[in-house]
T-cell receptor
């Protein structure tokens, strides 16, 4: 069964803590993306990666970091520098960065304690 | 002004109605247009994909693109309660996607 998985479904962060959101895909897609969604707002791009060991900042990268050590995996770390991390985080993938059709995972809701 | 504008709704219609959802945009370089459906607390799923201008039909869904007016539409015929969701338009010039804010649709039985 091909698709994108994200874990956990819900994540709680304490003040000053770094947390990592997992994203895995078995679609053999080259490009992967992280978006943030706030209520009533569209998706905003945090980071994207076209190939393994390479990634670029999106529109709102400050306070976030990523890695792309494997084609299937693109974890996102929300660092303590991100002062307003409460949001719904969505991971997506596509065949390549030039391909317009992106497929999304089920999302992770991050809440601050 | 946002690059892609979408009325947030909510849009409430009775079951069986024809629904029209719309987006306007300002970037004339956009040539790929998509509609995503997002149920509450779920990831968006791709509904329709259109290249350049014209219409595309898939079952009860029809996507229209008017590049001269920088306006795209999604029509849903014979709407069902299961169509209740947020609909996001997205568009691209061939690289990154730019999303609208989404329109929340409620179809009442």
């Amino acid at each position: 069964d091909g698709g994108i998985t994200q874990s956990p479904k819900y994540l709680f962060r304490k003040e000053g803590q770094n947390v990592t959101l997992s994203c895995e895909q078995n679609l053999n897609h080259d490009a992967m993306y992280w978006y943030r969604q706030d209520p009533g707002q569209g998706l905003r791009l945090i980071y994207y990666s076209q190939i393994v060991n390479d990634f670029q900042k999106g529109d709102i990268a400050e306070g976030y970091s990523v890695s792309r050590e494997k084609k299937e995996s693109f974890p996102l770390t929300v660092t303590s520098a991100q002062k307003n991390p409460t949001a719904f985080y969505l991971c997506a993938s596509s065949y390549d960065e030039g391909m317009e059709t992106q497929y999304f995972g089920p999302g992770t809701r991050l809440l601050v304690l | 002004q946002k690059e892609v504008e979408q009325d947030p709704g909510p849009l409430s219609v009775p079951e069986g109605a024809i629904v029209s959802l719309n987006c306007t945009y300002s970037n004339s370089a956009f040539q790929y247009f998509m509609w995503y459906r997002q149920y509450s607390r779920k990831g968006p799923e791709l509904l329709m994909y259109t290249y350049s201008s014209g219409n595309k039909e898939d079952g009860r869904f029809t996507a229209q693109v008017d590049k001269s007016s920088k306006y795209i539409s999604l029509f849903i015929r014979d709407s069902q309660p299961s169509d209740s969701a947020t609909y996001l338009c997205a568009m691209s010039a061939g690289n990154m996607l730019t999303f609208g804010g989404g329109t929340r649709l409620m179809v009442k039985p």
